[in-house]
C-alpha cells in the first residue's frame, strides 16, 4: 500500500534509505510538516519509522500551533460521505515499552518560549470547515520536556472526527520520581492536555483505544459525536478523564464563531478506564453553552470498568498516611449538575493511608451530582 515514508535523524540507516523525506536533528518540525502534506496531497498515510523526531519551532500556519493536518478543499458537508477522508499519522509498528518506535518531543527551549497562559496545539486538524475531516493518530510515543505551559498535545476540536490508537504522551522525566508516593511529579498546568475529543460530525466514529496519558491538566478530554472509548490509562493528572468538557470550534484562529460543545446527545461509550494517581475524579462537563442557550440540555454516558486507584497519592499530596488525606481531593463532579444520564460500573481501592483496597463504601460523586446516573460499584455484590 503506497505511503508517504519519514525517517528521523537517528533512524537506523537501512530505514533512512526507505525514506521519502529525513527530519533535521534540530528541528523536525518543518520536514514532518511538509512529509504530512504531501501524505494529504495523495490522500495516503504518513507513516513514522523508529527514531526521534524533536518539534523545536512554531509552525507556519498558525502561532497557537506546531503540526497541522490541513485540508485547503472547500468545505464538504458532512453527509458527503466520499468527500471524507482523515489525515493519517502513525508510527511504523506499536512501541514496546513506547520508547521502541517514533518518539515526538519537544525542544526544551522552544517548550520554554510558549506562553504560559495561551494553549498551544502541537498536533491539530485545520482549514475549511471542520465537517468532513479527521485525524487518525496511532503506534506514537509523544513526551514534553515539563508540565507547566497549557500544551494541548492532540487537539481534535476543529476535526469532524478523531481516532487515536496504541500512543502513549507523557509531560515529564521519569527519572527520580517514586511512582508509589508521586513523590518528585510534578503538578501539571491546569489546561494541559495529552488527547482532546472533536467537534463532531456525523462521518465515522470518534475512538480512543489503547493509549495513556501522564502528567496534564487532562489526559483524555473526550468528546464528539458516537465516541466510542476501549483501555485508556490515566496516571498523574489534575483530571485522568474530562467529558465534554471543551469547545470545539472550526478553525484554530476562529473567535468569532459560536463555539461547539463536544456535542451532546450523541452516546459516549466507554470500557476499561484506568484513573490512577490523578488529583480528581471524573469532571462531566456543559450540555449547554455558557450564555444559557440550551443545546441539547441532556448527555448520554456509559462507562463498563472504571477503575480508580491511589487517589491519595498524586502531584501535590505524597504523603499517604497524612491525617485527612482524602478531604481536598475532589470526587466526580458535573458542570451542570442533573444534565447527564446513564450508568457508570466502577470500582474504587487503595484509598487508604495503608494501601487498603475494597473500600465499598467510597462515594464516586460530589453530593448533588451524578444524580441522573446509575451507579454500580463492582465490589459490591451483585444481586
Given at each position: ?73 472547500p ?49 491539530y ?27 494541548i498535545?492532540f ?33 501539571p ?113 456509559t ?42 460500573e ?38
Amino acid at each position: 500500500m503506497f505511503q508517504i515514508y519519514c525517517a528521523a535523524f537517528d533512524s537506523p540507516e537501512e530505514l533512512k534509505r526507505k525514506a521519502d523525506f529525513i527530519c533535521d536533528e534540530k528541528d523536525a518540525r518543518p520536514t514532518l510538516q511538509e512529509a504530512i502534506d504531501k501524505a494529504d496531497e495523495l490522500n495516503v498515510s504518513c507513516v513514522l519509522a523508529k527514531g526521534t523526531y524533536i518539534i523545536n519551532s512554531r509552525g507556519e500556519r498558525s502561532p497557537r500551533g506546531a503540526i497541522c493536518f490541513y485540508n485547503p478543499e472547500p468545505a464538504k458537508r458532512f453527509y458527503a460521505q466520499n468527500c471524507a477522508r482523515y489525515h493519517t499519522l502513525e508510527g511504523t509498528k506499536a512501541p514496546i515499552g513506547y520508547l521502541d518506535g517514533a518518539v515526538i518531543t519537544m525542544g526544551r527551549e522552544f517548550y520554554d518560549s510558549l506562553s504560559d497562559t495561551e494553549e498551544f496545539s502541537l498536533f491539530y486538524n485545520d482549514g475549511g470547515d471542520s465537517m468532513g475531516r479527521g485525524m487518525f493518530i496511532r503506534n506514537l510515543t509523544v513526551k514534553l520536556p515539563d508540565c507547566s505551559k497549557p500544551v494541548i498535545v492532540f487537539d481534535g476540536r476543529f476535526a469532524g472526527a478523531v481516532r487515536y490508537e496504541d500512543t502513549w504522551v507523557s509531560s515529564f522525566d521519569p527519572e527520580g520520581k517514586n511512582y508509589a508516593t508521586a513523590e518528585g511529579i510534578p503538578v501539571p498546568h491546569i489546561k494541559s492536555v495529552a488527547f482532546r475529543g472533536c467537534h463532531g460530525s456525523n462521518f465515522y466514529s470518534t475512538e480512543m483505544k489503547n493509549c495513556a496519558a501522564a502528567g496534564f491538566g487532562t489526559g483524555f478530554d473526550i468528546g464528539g459525536e458516537h465516541v466510542y472509548c476501549e483501555s485508556l490509562s490515566a496516571l498523574y493528572n489534575h483530571y485522568g478523564f474530562a467529558f465534554n468538557n471543551y469547545r470545539g470550534k472550526r478553525s484554530i484562529d476562529d473567535n468569532d464563531s459560536l463555539p461547539a460543545l463536544g456535542v451532546g446527545v450523541y452516546p459516549i461509550y466507554c470500557v476499561n478506564l484506568l484513573d490512577e494517581h490523578n488529583i480528581n475524579m471524573p469532571i462531566f462537563g456543559n450540555v449547554a453553552y455558557d450564555d444559557g442557550t440550551p443545546d441539547f440540555m441532556v448527555q448520554s454516558i456509559t462507562i463498563r470498568g472504571m477503575n480508580l486507584q491511589w487517589p491519595n497519592s498524586c502531584p501535590g499530596h505524597t504523603d499517604r498516611a497524612r491525617p485527612g488525606f482524602g478531604e481536598d481531593r475532589m470526587r466526580a463532579t458535573e458542570t451542570q449538575p442533573g444534565a447527564w444520564r446513564g450508568s457508570i460500573e466502577f470500582a474504587l481501592d487503595h484509598t487508604g493511608p495503608n494501601s487498603e483496597v475494597n473500600l465499598v463504601d467510597e462515594p464516586f460523586f460530589e453530593k448533588g451530582h451524578g444524580t441522573n446516573i446509575k451507579l454500580t460499584n463492582l465490589l459490591l455484590k451483585q444481586e
